[in-house]
C-alpha cells in the first residue's frame, strides 16, 4: 500500500525567507504526484503536479524517484503563502484508488 | 461553470443512526470520489464512482456505500455511525482520463 509523509507539522518562516516543506512516498509502482493547499476558510485546491513542471505562485516541487520525495519549494516567502499544504499521491492512471494524502503541514509566514 | 457543492454543511447524529450526504460535481466532470478526514489528519479516501459505478476503494467498511447518478450528483451513505466517523466528509470530482480532483466545501459530522 502506498503511503505519503509529511515530517513537519508546523513550519513557521519569516517573510522573504526561503520556504521547502517536505514530502516522502513510498510506493512500487510510478507515481503521479500533488500538491494540494487550503487557506483559511476555503477549500482544498490543487496548487501543482509534478507531471505539468509546472511553477504556481512561484513554488515548485521536483519528483525525485530515487529519494522518493516531492518537496515543494518557494524561493522567497509571502504572508499570502500561509496556509495548510498536503502532498498527495495516485497510484495508478485515472484514480481509482483515490488520492492518498499525508496529514499536512500548516505553513505559517510572519511579517 | 459551477464548482464542487456538499450538502449539507453540518450535520449532528446520534451513535447508530444513519446518514446520507450530497454531492453535487462540477460540470462536465464524470467521476467523483468521497473522502474522510479527521482532525488533525489528512483526507482519506473512502470511494470514487465513475458512470454511476463503484471503481475504486480505500479501506472503508461495508456500511460505507455510496450512489451516483445520471447527472453525475453522487450519495454516500453511512449506517450504523460509530463516534470515530465524526470527521469532515469531502466530495471530489474529476474527468476520468484526468486526475486532477476539484474539492467541495465539506460536510462537518459529529456523531455523538
Known amino acids: 500500500a502506498q503511503r505519503v509523509t509529511q515530517p513537519e507539522k508546523l513550519l513557521s518562516v519569516f517573510k522573504g525567507a526561503p520556504v521547502e516543506l517536505k514530502c516522502n512516498y513510498s510506493?512500487?509502482?510510478?507515481?503521479?504526484l500533488f500538491w494540494y493547499v487550503q487557506y483559511s476558510r476555503q477549500r482544498l485546491q490543487l496548487l501543482l503536479r509534478?507531471?505539468s513542471r509546472e511553477s504556481i505562485k512561484g513554488f515548485t516541487a521536483d519528483l525525485n524517484k530515487g529519494e522518493t520525495s516531492f518537496h515543494l519549494k518557494k524561493p522567497f516567502a509571502q504572508e499570502e503563502d500561509s496556509a495548510m499544504y498536503y502532498c498527495a499521491l495516485s497510484a495508478q492512471g485515472g484514480g481509482a484508488d483515490g488520492l492518498t494524502f499525508g496529514k499536512g503541514t500548516h505553513l505559517i509566514i510572519q511579517p | 461553470e459551477t464548482g464542487v457543492t456538499q450538502s449539507p454543511t453540518h450535520l449532528i447524529k446520534t451513535r447508530g443512526q444513519q446518514v446520507t450526504l450530497r454531492c453535487s460535481s462540477q460540470s462536465g466532470h464524470n467521476t467523483v470520489s468521497w473522502y474522510q478526514q479527521a482532525l488533525g489528519q489528512g483526507p482519506q479516501f473512502i470511494f470514487q464512482y465513475y458512470r454511476e459505478e463503484e471503481n475504486g476503494r480505500g479501506n472503508f467498511p461495508p456500511r460505507f456505500s455510496g450512489l451516483q447518478f445520471p447527472n453525475y450528483s453522487s450519495e454516500l451513505n453511512v449506517n450504523a455511525l460509530e463516534l470515530d466517523d465524526s470527521a469532515l466528509y469531502l466530495c471530489?470530482?474529476?474527468?476520468?482520463?484526468?486526475?486532477?480532483?476539484?474539492f467541495g466545501q465539506g460536510t462537518r459530522l459529529t456523531v455523538v
Open positions: 510506493y512500487s509502482g510510478s507515481p503521479e
Open positions: 471530489a470530482s474529476s474527468l476520468r482520463q484526468l486526475t486532477e480532483a476539484f
Open positions: 509534478h507531471i
